[in-house]
Every structure is written in C-alpha cells, then in structure tokens.
C-alpha cells in the first residue's frame, strides 16, 4: 500500500516517481482525485516545468538537492558525450541504483538499505555507501555472509522472467553482476535537459 505522502508525490510528478504508483489502480485513483472539486491546474511556466523534472528526477533516485547538483556539475564538466547522458549515466552507475537494476530489490529505497546493512561487495571491496560510484567493469556480488538471508531467498525464481537493462547482468545462480556497458537513457519520463536547464539560470 502507497502511503498518503508518496501518493500526493505521485499525483504531483507522475506514476514514475514510485514504482508502487506505475500500477492501473494508482492511476485510477489520481485520476478520480483530479476530478473531485479540483480546478484545473494553471499552465506552467518554463521555470515551472524545469523545477517539477528536477523533483522527479530527485525522487526517482531517492536523491538529495545536494547531491543532484552536484551530479550536474560534474556532469557539466566532463569531456565527452553529451551532458544529459553524462547525468544519467552517473545516476544509473550509483550502487543502490545497480542493485534495483539487478532485480534484487522492489524499490531504490529497499535498495540503499540493503547496501547500508553492508550486503554488497564491489571488486571484491566490501561497499555501504549507497551512492558509491561504479564504472564499467565493475563486479558486485551479494556478500558471502549474506547469501543465506531471507531477502536473497529463491533469487533465481524471482529473477526468471526479469528483464535486465542492457548495460547491467546477473548471475543469480553465483549471486553475481557486471556492470558490462554504459546506460543509455531510455526513461521518456525524465526529462534530464530541462533539469540541466534548471541549475543553468
């Protein structure tokens, strides 16, 4: 069940922010909301527009104001590919992220809890920090103390019909994953060029 805040989130940014609102009867239920003695909302200004992409992205991620800002900084200094690919790419190569991406967590949030608890190693390197930055390459396995836990319970059955993005694999059977590629940003629903747009003014 989706509690009153992250609903109110989600009526507000839209069913991406929460994977618990990308569901037909969240969406029913805004929808109904929206309708009850509510005005139809003002158009928004271009500033508006840009503040309302920084907040999904900020909640997507589970993400502070700080440390958004500072990705677009970096992002905007490196040399390269373009600098909403740089954005996303450092986003998705965060450790919390990667272990969500591997389908052994049902939210980002579950994610960095799991990685705080020290479940994770990196390169062998056990890893707590939830926004440790990854790189192509990189190996993370499940903890060899870990692996008996309830959460990582019939991994193999639950993994069986997931579909893992393209830059990321997993053995399930050694509890094991590679960061193999660089993300490409295939979520329509953020809009990373409005966001650098935002800290630019």
């Known amino acids: 069940m989706i509690s009153k805040p992250k609903f109110k989130i989600g009526r507000r940014l839209g069913p991406g922010v929460y994977d ?6 969240f969406q029913t ?7 009850r003695g509510m005005r139809r909302p003002k ?8 503040l309302i992409e920084k907040q999904k992205v900020r909640f997507s ?16 200094h490196l040399k ?12 998705e190569f965060r450790l919390d992220n990667a272990v969500y991406r591997m389908g052994l967590a049902g939210s980002r949030r579950a994610a960095r809890q799991m990685v705080s608890h ?14 440790y930055e990854l790189k192509s390459g990189d190996v993370i396995k499940v903890r060899e103390g870990s692996k008996s836990k309830k959460i990582f319970s019939n991994v193999a059955e639950k993994l ?4 893992f993005p393209t830059w990321l694999s997993f053995d399930a059977n050694k509890m094991e994953g590679k960061i193999s590629d660089h993300p490409k940003n295939t979520e329509s629903f953020l809009d990373l060029n409005s966001v650098l747009e935002f800290y630019s003014r």
Do not use: W
């Not at 239920?29 to 309708?35: C, I, R, T, Y």
């Not at 390269?80 to 986003?91: C, N, Q, R």
């Not at 994770?120 to 939830?130: A, C, E, K």
């Open 29 to 35: 239920s805004a929808s109904k909301g929206g309708v």
């Open 118 to 131: 020290g479940h994770f190693m990196v390169n062998d390197h056990r890893v707590t920090i939830p926004s």
């Open 160 to 163: 069986k019909d997931y579909i």
């Open 61 to 76: 991620y589970g993400i502070t104001e700080r440390q958004l800002s500072n990705y677009v900084k970096k992002a905007s």
């Open 20 to 25: 618990k609102c990308q569901t037909a009867k």
């Open 80 to 91: 390269g590919a373009g600098t909403a690919e740089k954005l996303f790419e450092m986003l």
């Open 43 to 50: 158009a928004l200004s271009e500033y508006g527009t840009q």
